[in-house]
């Protein structure tokens, strides 16, 4: 269960702006989902100790070096941006 | 000549004994998904002028006598949360309505490489959550089979294109059934490969531990020749693996086969029409010598429980990046307040199932829940691909139903989305544990007021790293050899 207390400050966390309506419907509805997740207590995970990983992930590295190939222009990549001044991100102001 | 049903190995034939070029096929689906995808909407981008210029170099390598490789001049489309150099990427979601992508998908690149033809971006639900394509910011695609109901999701554009004769394959992505399950509603084979066969780099992240692109097809023969280009480690995905190219395995030996068929996965409340056609599905096997198994996978019923922590608390990570300050969709409507950018332009940006799944993820790793949900969740998981470690000791593949019903109606799930979640119980567990399954056409089930015949996938689940083995096992059904 979740209140409407708690879909405000997730939603607040989340940086998610919600309008009364849909606060209202979040609580009924995450409520559902999570009524429903809550089988998972059920499970005895005793035997699964911290070091017992789902994916045999290992380190991989590589050089640190420029890829021409892969390099694209600055022009390129700020042009998709909805705001820029002089080859910069244009931003609100951060300090007043 | 009807250019339109043609697998990938006709269509190679057919261009390289000049029976139609390259132009000619490409101009036929244009002009048949300019005619017909209004009824369907597989598509959100018709790329009529990438795949025109695609068609004619592969034309001209024909002419002068040069080599073509496999997919040259086959005509296919992307799921639209792929990146395709200098094309619209939308992942279906109003925060990226015009978003386009700056480079290639590393799959896009091996495709482009071999001469493919690039007809256009596919429908999915926004940023690929969702069971039904309704959840696409652009409106529903519609199945080909019966055009009341839906085409499966995430991928339900991709698998409605193929079905409809609107490119010979299409390229999906599959994070808890969105390539399967589509593709079991509208009838055609989708695989979903290993975590790590096929590298990620260009598509829009959804849950990074769970994401894998994979082929839908017509035929498995189709999916297996998709998937040879698309597969092997790629320097920019570090989870990508390199997979033997040319498979050392010995030829496999129907009667030394022997297929898991796991009780936790035909309740007893099941759709008897579903359970009636995988059963006979399996019956095939045995009756050519396969050796049947029961088996159990005892976790399996915290699959879907698991699946919908882990999954959505990735998201609200991946999903950070839209922000109203890099690119896509920004609510300028803020005055001087920064925070409010992001609090706007995510609030209108991002539409109704993708913000319930932020809001569940962020709820998963808040403080004070995290060991309960998300930690838990972890280790659930661990034991779910311990279950099935277990069970490949016993047997070499485990063949199970895709989905628990046939295709549903527009509209019958989307107001709950518990009951939507539940529709992919049966696909989420192979995510979880990495592993690579294939969904492929098993029959049709008539629906008793409209008449139509609705089409019923049944998945074969392999080790890690045996799609030869799942795809060469499926060949047999679909080849009718056994």
Redo the contacts between chains.
């Keep these: 269960m979740i209140n409407k207390q708690e879909v405000k400050k997730i939603a607040k966390l989340a940086r998610l702006e919600l309008t009364d309506k849909e606060v209202e419907k979040m609580e009924g509805e995450l409520s559902k989902v999570l009524d429903y997740i809550d089988k998972l207590k059920e499970v005895d995970i005793e035997e699964i100790g911290q070091k017992d990983r789902f994916l045999n992930l290992e380190n991989v590295f590589r050089e640190d070096e420029v890829k021409n190939d892969l390099m694209m222009k600055n022009e390129e990549l700020l042009s998709l941006s909805p705001e820029e001044e002089q080859g910069y991100l244009k931003v609100k102001s951060v300090l007043r | 000549m009807e250019l339109l049903n043609f697998t990938i190995s006709r269509i190679h034939q057919g261009l390289i004994k000049k029976e139609f070029s390259a132009f000619e096929l490409c101009q036929a689906y244009l002009k048949r998904i300019e005619k017909e995808d209004k009824n369907i909407s597989a598509f959100l981008t018709i790329t009529e002028e990438l795949a025109l210029s695609q068609a004619k170099e592969v034309d001209k390598m024909i002419f002068s006598k040069k080599e073509i490789p496999f997919l040259a001049g086959v005509p296919l489309a992307i799921k639209d949360n792929i990146l395709v150099k200098d094309i619209k990427c939308t992942a279906a979601s109003k925060i990226l309505e015009n978003?386009?992508a700056?480079?290639d998908a590393t799959v896009v690149k091996k495709i482009k490489e071999q001469g493919g033809v690039i007809l256009g971006k596919t429908n999915l639900d926004e940023f690929a959550m969702g069971s039904s394509t309704e959840n696409s910011a652009f409106g529903p695609t519609k199945n080909p089979y019966d055009l009341q109901r839906v085409p499966g999701g995430s991928s339900g554009g991709s698998a409605a294109a193929v079905a409809a004769n609107f490119s010979v394959y299409a390229l999906g992505s599959d994070t808890g059934g969105s390539i399967r399950q589509p593709a079991s509603f509208c009838g055609v084979v989708g695989l979903k490969p290993t975590?790590g066969s096929v590298s990620r780099y260009g598509l829009i992240a959804f849950a990074s531990?769970l994401d894998q692109i994979g082929p839908i097809t017509k035929t498995v023969d189709d999916a297996k020749i998709v998937f040879d280009v698309i597969k092997g480690k790629d320097?920019?995905d570090?989870?990508s693996f390199e997979v033997s190219l040319e498979s050392e395995r010995r030829k496999m030996v129907l009667e030394e086969l022997i297929i898991g068929v796991p009780k936790e996965y035909f309740l007893k409340d099941m759709d008897e029409r579903v359970e009636k056609i995988i059963r006979m599905v399996i019956k095939r096997y045995e009756e050519a010598g396969v050796k049947i198994q029961e088996i159990s996978l005892p976790?399996t019923?915290?699959a879907?429980?698991?699946y919908?922590?882990i999954a959505p608390s990735e998201a609200?990570a991946n999903l950070?990046r839209y922000?109203?300050?890099?690119?896509?969709?920004?609510e300028?409507d803020?005055g001087?307040?920064?925070?409010?950018?992001?609090?706007?332009s995510?609030?209108?940006g991002?539409g109704?199932e993708v913000?319930?799944r932020?809001?569940?993820g962020?709820?998963s790793l808040?403080s004070g829940y995290y060991d309960?949900?998300y930690l838990?969740?972890?280790?659930?998981?661990?034991?779910i691909?311990k279950d099935f470690q277990k069970a490949f000791q016993q047997v070499d593949a485990i063949i199970t139903p895709v989905t628990p019903t046939p295709a549903f109606k527009l509209g019958e799930k989307i107001t709950d989305?518990?009951t939507m979640?539940l529709s992919d119980i049966f696909t989420v567990a192979v995510n979880?544990?990495?592993l690579p399954a294939l969904s492929m056409p098993a029959g049709q089930i008539k629906d008793e007021i409209s008449g139509l015949g609705l089409p019923l996938g049944f998945q074969i689940i392999g080790k890690p790293f045996s799609e030869d083995e799942i795809l060469e096992i499926g060949s047999l059904f679909n080849n009718g050899l056994i």
């Design positions: 978003y386009v700056p480079y975590y531990s320097p920019l570090s989870t976790h019923e915290y879907l429980s698991c919908y922590i609200s950070a922000d109203g300050i890099k690119y896509g969709y920004s300028d803020s001087n307040d920064l925070l409010a950018v992001y609090f706007n995510r609030g209108k991002f109704p913000k319930r932020i809001m569940l962020t709820y808040s309960a949900y838990r969740a972890q280790k659930v998981r661990t034991l691909k989305p518990l979640y979880l544990a990495g």
